[in-house]
């Protein structure tokens, strides 16, 4: 059988900590940022955890 390939876009958008978390950057952060107020661009740079809902689908990417 063949083995199965890491899906490389999800890999440099996703990091996986040691105790198995997937972590991201927040969306939001590209453009239109004139009109954001600077607490929602401050809050925005944070690293979050995937939703419960996307992680079975981002772990099979991963090949995890």
Not at 10 to 34: D, F, I
């Amino acid at each position: 059988m063949p083995k199965n390939k890491t899906h490389k876009g999800t890999a440099k958008r996703v990091k996986v900590t040691g105790s198995g978390k997937l972590l991201r950057q927040q969306t939001g952060l590209r453009h239109r940022l004139e009109v954001k107020s600077s607490k929602e661009t401050r809050d925005l740079g944070h690293v979050v955890e995937v939703n419960k809902a996307d992680r079975k689908r981002v772990k099979k990417l991963l090949g995890r």
